[in-house]
């Protein structure tokens, strides 16, 4: 004899993502009325920790957000001067993730009490991990400061820190009490990362949104000069394509194996890998989604006048478009890898057309090595 009980708890998880500029001068309300947004009449401890590059190319950062403190007294209590974690993938390991947690712990910041993260993915990630996992979860608002965090890694449910040899071994699903998107901040990026940040754009654009699309190659002269009108227009589309894909793509927490954001990354994981990560994330991406369009070509799929406009687009922007790491013998390696990635069966997405990604099981060897010969 045996019974159980169905358990079946239904969740909603509900974040705003803000969008605006100057976000620490003194009259600017968002901060102060995102923190307010579910107890208006508190006055709310927060801290603020800092990537160590942000702080670098913005020396004033701490003293505003110690002046923005101040200036709303009423509503922000600053437990501590900011601080900073290591930029870059120099953040997400288990030494930095102790050591705020630490910190965290020795201020006393509970479940109500607001870590402010300001930075790019990677420190995103860490302080996000370190926030998840503090008394189970303590309120978390992110402030990304580079293109791809702002459209991408800093709006979404995941964080995590690197272990074990592995990229994003140990992290958690937890969803953000808020993000603050300042375009500000992209001011002093360097002229790789502005640009590396805007693959993942093309990527979504590819799979979901030709519309958007047509616009990229219409505004690639403005984004490849950074105007910022049009790169905030870009951060904000992809921001909301990838908002509108956690809450309506049945799979919030990534349990299937259909991955359609992951277009073009399985070969840009292992091309990161292979070049010792010289070529940045959303560089290889767009080396990746080259391969696997000319894949869809090859496989018949794919028309040879997308396959051209999506190859231009990304030359337009500044994107490579091959390398030849795409020779090496172990790129293939990066499928296995990607299965696991997964971890379950191998589903990549594919383009049958301009903003459209349809799931592929059965991905042939060689087709792909079709594919890398015609990029070599
Ligand atoms: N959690 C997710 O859903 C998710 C999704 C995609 C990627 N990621 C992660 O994001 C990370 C990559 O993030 P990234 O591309 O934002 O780069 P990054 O965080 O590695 O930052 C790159 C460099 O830029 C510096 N920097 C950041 N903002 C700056 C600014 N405004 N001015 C000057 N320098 C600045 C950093 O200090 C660092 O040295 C990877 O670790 C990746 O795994 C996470
Ligand atoms: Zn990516």
Redesign the pocket.
Same mark, same amino acid.
């Given at each position: 004899m045996s019974s159980h009980i169905l358990q079946r708890v239904p969740l909603v998880l509900e974040y705003p993502v803000a969008f605006t500029r100057g976000l620490f001068d003194a009259d600017n309300p968002t901060l102060v009325e995102i923190l307010a947004r579910r107890e208006p009449d508190r006055r709310h401890r927060a801290v603020a920790v800092v =990537? !160590?590059?942000?702080a670098?190319?913005?020396p004033h950062l701490a003293g505003s957000i110690e002046a923005y403190a101040a200036r709303h007294a009423d509503r922000i209590e600053l437990l501590a001067p900011p601080w900073t974690v290591?930029?870059?993938?120099a953040?997400?390991t288990a030494a930095v993730l102790d050591d705020l947690v630490g910190r965290l712990a020795a201020l006393r910041v509970d479940r109500h009490a607001f870590a402010i993260a300001i930075?790019?993915? !990677?420190?995103?990630?860490v302080i $996000?991990f370190a926030a998840a996992t503090l008394h189970r979860g303590v309120r978390l608002v992110r402030v990304?400061?580079?293109v791809?965090?702002q459209n991408? !890694?800093?709006v $979404?449910?995941?964080?995590?820190i690197n272990a074990h040899g592995a990229?994003?071994f140990l992290g958690a699903f937890a969803a953000p009490f808020a993000v603050i998107d300042d375009s500000s901040?992209? !001011?002093?990026?360097?002229a790789r =990362?502005r640009v590396?940040?805007m693959a993942e754009a093309v990527k979504v654009a590819l799979v979901r949104d030709p519309e958007f699309f047509a616009w990229l190659e219409d505004s690639a002269g403005a984004l490849a000069a950074f105007e910022l009108p049009a790169v905030e227009r870009l951060v904000r589309r992809c921001a909301e394509l990838h908002l509108a894909h956690i809450a309506g793509g049945g799979d919030p927490f990534e349990q299937g194996n259909a991955r359609p954001l992951d277009y073009g990354h399985w070969a840009a994981h292992k091309l990161e890998l292979l070049t010792q990560h010289e070529l940045?994330? $959303?560089e290889a991406v767009a080396i990746g989604m080259v391969l696997d369009a000319r894949y869809a070509v090859e496989a018949g799929l794919l028309d040879e006048t997308s396959y051209a406009r999506i190859v231009a687009l990304l030359a337009r922007l500044g994107l490579p478009t091959r390398h030849d790491a795409l020779r090496s013998p172990a790129l293939l390696d990066g499928l296995a890898d990607f299965r696991e990635h997964l971890g379950g069966d191998l589903t990549i997405t594919l383009l049958s057309a301009i903003g459209r990604g349809v799931d592929c099981r059965d991905v042939r060897d060689d087709l792909v090595h079709r594919a890398i010969a015609y990029l070599a």
């Open positions: =990537d !160590a590059g942000v670098a190319a913005w290591p930029g870059g993938e953040a997400k930075g790019g993915g !990677a420190a995103l990630d $996000g990304p400061t580079t791809l965090a991408d !890694a800093g $979404g449910v995941k964080n995590g990229k994003n901040f992209l !001011a002093t990026l360097g =990362d590396a940040g940045r994330h $959303g």
